[in-house]
């Protein structure tokens, strides 16, 4: 079982107290004796798993993967000789690539059509073939495009076909950002040439040739044509001090790159609060007023800069004492196999989609499939500000491979140090060789510090007993970190059939410089500003309860008059509350606006599935992430995030719906748009039915988020919880359970009688200690850049 104790200080605070005892010569026993006396071991045993049904471990590729699981290396090299083989691609590998080139961009699972795997799963049909979807970016031909390409087999690949249901030629100027055709390189040394002695009077470096005072460009957005007004390919660029942390040292002074392919210009440059549309008028600027505008001394840091990340400060231990620490006594209680999760009841297949990023595919509890598909769709940031480069930031975080910025996750850290982690590769732009995320996510069981069940009848006319248990749950975990931002992921199964999805934002926040008094920021420190934004989530649930023909269904809360039947005037109601259970027919019915004064419950149920009391089997979804977008839906960018506009909304199923967001979703005239999937206004009775879930928050940045902002608060999530699934909570099989009956003499409580269902109730081992300390000072790639 599962324990958060204190080991080391409980047995030592035990062996303390004996001690005391042995010297006043009372009856004492030494709590380390079964290891000490007459043994040679002085120290407690590693946990071992003593059961071989649990914690079986194998993280490795499995030679035949499972439908769902994310490319394995040896898939990617098979793919990359099969396409550079292709002549008529005239694919250029990675390493000599360039924006007018046609290269491959990244490479992705491309997930088959789900009747086909239904009938793989289910009704023993072979496995459907593994392809990929490669998106190849085409620089080299008369008119550059982007295309999508769906190769396959896995095994040997043979041949290729274009992605359905959207068109076969995209836009290349509304592709993602890329190293290769937006690297600021060329530009920053056309600006040090211009004006590297106007920045190095003010700020006190140059962008180039600049020894140990430099000056730096990053944290780029796009300036989409939605917004520019104009087909073509912007970017904002923010000049920094290049020390640490350089995202926290914005200086006055922001510039506008368009690029044609790999020529460039600069309409507009932000410079000391005016912006403006060629160089030569910053440098008249400049010369005319350079005694006026303020100068930023290049910053000296040290250990107590507020913009670094370092632990400071008074601790509150004077002493370094370490940390309550997680056992898991009996060992692992859940299997892996390369992809394939089981825990309890529970069984799973986990994905990172280098773009999307996690996946969880054919959910099953008791062997029933609860959801065909868990998924992140999109994590997207709006911000305002008084400034172009401010109120025009708005990303779309798939844009910038989300899934790939899952790198190492810290043992003791960003999860326990007995976690089982995973590691995932990817084909990415940068190189043709599989890039390989280790810890990309990780595993393991958790002890949530609350009851998941109990009561306690003190009383003997109630029958008196107590009766608790603990809830544990196990957690699939991954945090990629797409520019600020660390997403921490979590996929949390608890032991009564019920799922918990949920994201928590923290890291860094965007930082400008504080030119003056604004409705968008407070200002946190010396010129510098963090301006309010909003965080947006989204995840798609297909759940398929008893099958794949459900039903939509909410139970809307309202009040009703009630005649008063025991006062003693006449006339006298009482008003309550009372359900009224309402079917949702079509797509439009069933896109969901929360309102406090309509409170409902969301319920998926299978109508061909009832008990005998006539109750239909089925899973709520509570969203405790919810958030309204108050901008217009039509303004701006807000096309592209049109799912925003709901906290949850249910389509039927389409191979042709795969996903809520696409990397042109910018785009002005964008593949497609969410606010289609609803449209079309389907049928949604006794169909196959997807969720898609909305969270998020609004965040106006304060002096506390610096440096960093704390995972606290910060959190959404979204639950699944049987509702008339089961005949009684399947929490009740949890036998890691305490009861506490009196034991009666004569009428009278002479003691209890404690029952712990088998499961003995002491930790008598330590978990075997991580190695990742010695791994990474071995191989320091795994967790930064070499």
């Known amino acids: 079982m599962m324990l958060s104790v204190l080991l080391f200080c409980m047995f030592f605070s035990s062996a303390t107290t004996q001690e005391a005892k042995c010297r006043r010569g009372e009856k004492c026993y030494n709590p380390f004796q079964k290891w000490t006396v007459g043994s040679k071991n002085s120290q407690l045993p590693i946990c071992r798993r003593p059961s071989y049904h649990y914690g079986n471990i194998d993280t490795r590729e499995n030679d035949h993967p499972s439908v769902f699981r994310d490319l394995t290396e040896r898939e990617i090299k098979c793919l990359l000789d099969f396409l550079y083989s292709d002549t008529s691609l005239n694919l250029t590998v990675a390493e000599k690539a360039s924006v007018t080139s046609n290269y491959i961009f990244v490479a992705d699972l491309y997930l088959p059509p789900k009747q086909d795997v239904l009938k793989y799963l289910d009704n023993g049909f072979p496995q459907p073939e593994r392809e990929a979807r490669v998106m190849i970016f085409r620089g080299a031909i008369a008119e550059p495009d982007v295309i999508e390409l769906i190769v396959g087999p896995l095994s040997n690949p043979s041949g290729y076909r274009h992605v359905p249901y959207q ?11 890329t190293n290769k055709a937006d690297s600021i390189g060329k530009v920053v040394e056309f600006l040090d040439k211009k004006l590297g002695d106007m920045l190095f009077h ?15 460009s990053n944290f780029v957005h796009q300036l989409t044509s939605v917004l520019s007004g104009v ?22 002074f922001a510039f506008l790159v368009e690029w044609d392919l790999d020529k460039f210009s600069l309409p507009k440059i932000w410079f000391d609060g005016h912006l403006f549309s060629c160089i030569e008028d910053v440098l008249q600027y400049y010369q005319t007023y350079k005694h006026d505008i303020q100068k930023v001394p290049f910053p000296d840091v040290t250990q107590n800069s507020r913009r670094i990340v370092k632990s400071r400060g008074i601790p509150p231990f004077k002493t370094p004492l370490r940390d309550p620490q997680q056992v898991s006594p009996d060992g692992k209680r859940y299997n892996i196999n390369d992809r394939h999760i089981s825990y309890g009841f529970w069984e799973f297949d986990v994905a990172v989609a280098p773009l999307l990023g996690p996946r969880l595919n054919d959910i099953r509890y008791k062997n029933e499939r609860i959801a065909y598909e868990i998924s992140s769709q999109e994590l997207a940031n709006m911000y305002s500000g008084y400034k172009p480069s401010e109120y025009t930031a708005f990303f779309l975080d798939n844009r910038y491979t989300t899934g790939a910025f899952a790198k190492y996750l810290v043992p003791g850290v960003d999860c326990p140090s007995d976690a089982t982690f995973i590691s995932s590769s990817y084909k990415m732009e940068s190189s043709d060789e599989p890039l390989v995320n280790a810890h990309s996510f990780c595993v393991f069981e958790l002890n949530k510090g609350i009851p998941l069940r109990r009561h306690h009848a003190y009383r003997k006319f109630v029958h008196s007993f107590y009766e608790g248990a603990e809830t544990i749950v196990m957690i699939v975990r991954t945090i990629p970190t797409v520019l600020l931002y660390d997403y921490t992921m979590d996929f949390i199964f608890y032991q009564n059939g019920v799922m918990e999805t949920k994201v928590t934002a ?6 400008s410089w504080y030119g003056r008094e604004n409705p968008f920021s407070f200002q ?3 010129n510098l500003m963090a301006p309010l934004h909003q965080h947006m989530f989204h995840y798609k649930v297909d759940l398929d309860i008893k099958g794949t023909k459900n039903r939509f269904e909410t139970l809307d809360i309202e009040p009703v008059l009630t005649p008063n039947e025991v ?6 109601t009482i008003v309550q509350n009372m359900f009224v259970k309402r079917l949702k027919h079509s797509e439009l019915q069933g896109a969901t606006k929360f309102d406090f004064n309509s409170p409902k419950y969301l319920t998926f149920v299978n109508n061909n599935a009832k008990d005998k009391f006539g109750n239909s089997a089925g899973y709520r979804l509570v969203n405790n992430g919810m958030i309204k ?14 799912w925003s506009q709901y906290q949850v909304a249910v389509t039927k199923y389409k191979d042709s719906e795969p996903a809520s967001s696409s990397l042109f979703a910018h785009s002005k005239n964008p593949v497609f748009t969410f606010q289609q999937f609803i449209d079309d206004d389907e049928n949604i009775v006794d169909e196959d039915l997807v969720a898609w879930v ?20 910060m959190s959404r999530s979204f639950f699944l919880l049987p509702y008339n699934y089961f005949d009684e909570s399947p929490g009740m099989a949890v036998n890691n359970a305490v009861r506490i009956d009196s034991v009666e003499k004569d009428g009278k409580t002479e003691s209890v009688e404690i029952r712990r269902y088998g499961t003995r109730n002491y930790v008598d081992c330590i978990p075997k200690k991580n190695p990742f300390e010695a791994e990474l000072k071995e191989n320091p790639c795994l967790v930064v850049q070499c």
């Open 167 to 177: 068109p076969t030629s995209l836009p290349f100027i509304d592709r993602p950002y």
């Open 202 to 216: 003010l700020y006190g470096g140059r962008l180039v040739n600049c020894g140990d005072r430099c000056l730096i």
């Open 231 to 252: 087909e073509k390919r912007r970017f904002f660029w923010s000049l920094k001090h290049d020390v640490e942390y350089n995202l926290m040292r914005p200086l006055n």
């Open 506 to 511: 923290s890291g860094m926040v965007a930082t």
């Open 524 to 526: 946190v420190d010396d």
């Open 567 to 572: 006062s003693e005037d006449p006339d006298a």
């Open 629 to 642: 977008n108050i901008l217009p839906p039509n303004d701006g960018n807000n096309p592209a995030v049109s």
């Open 694 to 713: 909305s969270m998020g928050m609004h965040h106006i940045p304060q002096k506390e988020d610096l440096p960093v902002t704390h995972t606290t608060g």
